[in-house]
């Protein structure tokens, strides 16, 4: 079992509707992470967020956007959604957004649009 | 060029056979590497690190070559649950330059 949990593990939704996607660690971890992830592609990174701030914002379309409520919860409020969004969606954490600490894993959310 | 690269298989192994991948990246600053295992439809898991000595945890055994940039990862005694997708992960200078490599598929074959 992963000690990140990520909700719901699947989401079907329209290119109008609103939804979020969560995850959440409790291994005192202080750096979180959004990944997609396409079929037979490795995971590209979204966004980074450092002791609850947003420190990274890998160009992704504001259609896309992360809430960090605190240290242990990581969104990913979702909207106007279009179907090559369609993918993967994994969390994960590390104990510092640092090199040299290894990045741990949320099993995803597997997202589609209609 | 991308900046990770992989050898992406798929490697076809016997049973108990030693099987080695390899991985090259292109920028020289790059400080950290991981190997991750990723199963079909799961999230990638980490596997090890990866030391400039070298490192050995049981069957697998990882290598850091700077001069030539690229690392390794060798398997002995393959076990049929070994089949899965093997992701090279470089961090560069920061820990904002995370990059997967495209990953080497694995099966195992009785």
């Known amino acids: 079992d992963t000690e990140v949990t990520q909700t719901p593990k699947h989401l079907v939704m329209g290119m109008t509707n609103k939804k979020s996607l969560k995850c959440e660690q409790h291994?005192?971890?202080?750096?979180m992470y959004w990944y997609k992830q396409k079929a037979k592609k490795p995971p590209e990174l979204m966004f980074v967020y450092s002791y609850e701030k947003l420190s990274i914002n890998e160009s992704v379309p504001s259609r896309f956007s992360p809430e960090c409520p605190n240290s242990s919860l990581l969104n990913l409020h979702l909207h106007a959604l279009q179907p090559e969004d369609s993918a993967l969606y994994l969390c994960?954490?590390?104990?510092?957004?640092?090199?040299?600490?290894?990045?741990?894993f949320g099993d995803g959310t597997r997202l589609s649009i209609l | 060029r991308k900046e990770v690269e992989q050898d992406p298989g798929p490697f076809n192994v016997p049973e108990g056979a030693t099987v080695a991948f390899n991985c090259t990246y292109s920028n020289s600053a790059s400080q950290s590497f991981f190997w991750y295992r990723q199963d079909c439809r799961k999230e990638p898991k980490l596997l090890m690190s990866?030391?400039?000595s070298g490192n050995e945890d049981g069957r697998f055994t990882a290598q850091l070559n700077r001069a030539s940039q690229y690392i390794s990862l060798l398997i002995r005694d393959s076990k049929l649950s070994d089949s899965a997708t093997y992701l090279c992960?470089?961090?560069?200078?920061?820990?904002?330059?995370?990059?997967f490599g495209p990953g080497t598929s694995l099966s195992v074959i009785p």
């Open positions: 291994m005192g971890h202080r750096a």
């Open positions: 992960v470089v961090f560069k200078t920061s820990y904002d330059k995370v990059i």
């Open positions: 994960a954490s590390s104990k510092e957004a640092s090199l040299n600490q290894p990045q741990h």
């Open positions: 990866v030391y400039s």
